[in-house]
């Protein structure tokens, strides 16, 4: 099942008269920026636009798809550029429009416990302003990313487990269609039943169905206290038994990470820390002092019957900060560990209780390679990627690289799991989006595709 719609090389001199008249300097061609906006953070290779376009208002937007649509022109949205599976590469050339200067927060209600942001406001640009009103924006995907490639990309995180994902923080949307009209989604409101849902299906849809150009997001109380632990285990098997047996306790972690014994390893090198080299789980619980005191107790328990080797409690911010920075650094830390490594992260996702025999036989195919390769984890939501670092002329690892992928993936469907946790399809998975969902359920997906955008002309070559 293919949507296809002709190449385009360079844009029609008609069309960039426009663009150049609607933008000013802010329409370029030149080669550094065409290249820079061809690619995220992945392996795939680079597909550049045939120009860039970057946009302030929605009037523009609205503006720019018009004159594209008369062009049959594609048009590739692009945020912050931090997603990993090619959904950035404009493979049909085209237009890449830029929503990092769309980036104003045009309101607060902390009385509504919401805000209202163009699609280009970073996450962190958010939480620091909001940082004074007590309020803040859980969803962290690890980059600092725009809250409009978040929603595209369905992104989720270390608070997820707690907080949710951008499905659940994501209260309306605005957007402009492919042909220049624009549509609203979902409301002020907490809750609707009126219709379809169309603020959760533009929520993934990976810049194919509509520009999203404003945000109407959820925020939460920041905690009164926080405590945050790091805990190491003899097994993954031990440490996933540990994550079960807290939440069936009925603890409500906010965080619940896993590295395993190569992801410290590599931590430990890279940021120069002492951690134990074993599967290591990092925890936070969020409430008041009685409560997460509470929780930490139990936890600590429920961790010793796995055989845990004692948690290690942060209650000052500064040492909570320092482990949270060994947890995020992971990535870099893989990357780190092959000169010029380029980075290839998996996503599967598996019911909690099939958790540990999917990592452990992953584990085990790594180990048959002959390859020791960092494992993280969103452990409480049977989330985790291996983090593979591959020079750019190493076509060998790349090979044994797709294939541990294409085994772990299908491992994943056989537990009655997923192929993408929350990092998207693009253009690396479209294979596994077919074997995951069946051909009757992509026709639907790509009948909605071709009722919104029939020209194919959003983000074309990605999904199906
Ligand atoms: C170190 C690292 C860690 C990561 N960890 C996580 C993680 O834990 N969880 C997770 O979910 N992801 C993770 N990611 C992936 C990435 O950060 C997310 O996919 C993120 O949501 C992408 O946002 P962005 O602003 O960078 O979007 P981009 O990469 O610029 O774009 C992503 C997609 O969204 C579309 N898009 C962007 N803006 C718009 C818009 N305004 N309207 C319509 N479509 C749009 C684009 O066309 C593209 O298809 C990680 C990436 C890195 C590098």
Redesign the pocket.
Same mark, same amino acid.
């Given at each position: 099942m293919s949507l296809t719609s002709p190449p385009v090389a360079s844009l029609p001199p008609a069309l960039e008269e426009t663009l150049e008249s609607i933008l000013g300097d802010r329409y370029s061609t030149r080669p550094a920026i065409l290249q820079q906006h061809g690619r995220?953070?992945s392996h795939h290779t680079p597909a550049p636009p045939a120009a860039v376009a970057y946009v302030t208002s929605s009037a523009e937007v609205l503006a720019l798809a018009r004159a594209c649509h008369r062009q049959q022109t594609p048009m590739?949205?692009?945020?912050?550029? /931090?997603?990993?599976e090619g959904?950035?590469q404009c493979v049909q050339g085209g237009v890449a429009v830029d929503?990092s200067t769309m980036n104003r927060i045009l309101a607060i209600n902390p009385g509504d416990q919401d805000c209202l942001v163009e699609?280009?406001v /970073?996450r962190e640009q958010l939480n620091l302003a909001l940082r004074d009103q007590g309020l803040f924006f859980p969803v962290?995907?690890?980059?600092n990313?725009?809250l409009?490639?978040?929603?595209?990309?369905?992104?989720?995180?270390?608070t997820t487990l707690r907080y949710g994902?951008m499905k659940a923080n994501v209260l309306a949307l605005e957007?402009v269609l492919a042909d220049g009209a624009q549509i609203q989604t979902g409301s002020a409101a907490r809750k609707s039943s009126a219709g379809y849902n169309l603020t959760e299906l533009l929520i993934g849809?990976?810049?194919?169905l509509?520009?999203? /150009?404003g945000l109407r997001l959820r925020l939460h109380a920041i905690p009164p206290h926080v405590t945050t632990a790091q805990v190491g285990f003899p097994s993954v098997a031990q440490a996933v038994a540990a994550v079960i047996a807290m939440l069936q306790h009925g603890l409500h972690p906010a965080l619940l990470e896993l590295l395993d014994s190569a992801a410290m390893a590599a931590v430990n090198q890279y940021c120069r820390t002492r951690y134990p080299e074993q599967p290591s789980l990092f925890l936070e619980f969020h409430g008041t002092l009685d409560a997460t005191t509470e929780q930490a107790a139990c936890a600590e328990t429920l961790c010793r019957d796995q055989g845990s080797t004692g948690l290690q409690w942060a209650r000052q911010e500064e040492d909570r900060r320092r482990q949270w920075h060994a947890r995020h650094q992971a990535?870099?830390a893989a990357l780190a560990q092959v000169p010029h490594g380029q980075?290839w992260?998996t996503d599967v996702c598996v019911p909690l209780s099939r958790l540990a025999q999917c990592i452990e036989a992953t584990q085990a195919d790594l180990a048959a390679a002959q390859l020791q390769v960092p494992l993280v984890g969103?452990v409480g939501d049977g989330n985790f990627h291996l983090l593979f670092s591959i020079a750019p002329d190493d076509i060998e690892r790349r090979a044994q690289a797709e294939a541990i992928h294409q085994r772990l993936v299908e491992r994943a469907h056989s537990l009655g799991g997923t192929c993408t946790g929350?990092?998207?399809i693009?253009l690396g998975k479209k294979a596994f989006l077919l074997q995951e969902k069946g051909a009757t359920t992509v026709a639907v997906m790509t009948a909605i595709k071709k009722a919104l955008d029939p020209m194919n002309l959003l983000?074309p070559g990605?999904l199906f």
């Open positions: 995220g953070e590739i949205a692009h945020g912050a550029g /931090t997603s990993v959904q950035l929503f699609p280009g /970073t962290d995907p690890g980059a990313a725009t409009g490639g978040m929603a595209a990309t369905g992104a989720s995180g270390t994902g957007a849809s990976e810049g194919t509509a520009l999203i /150009t990535y870099y980075g992260v969103h929350e990092h998207g693009g983000n990605k």
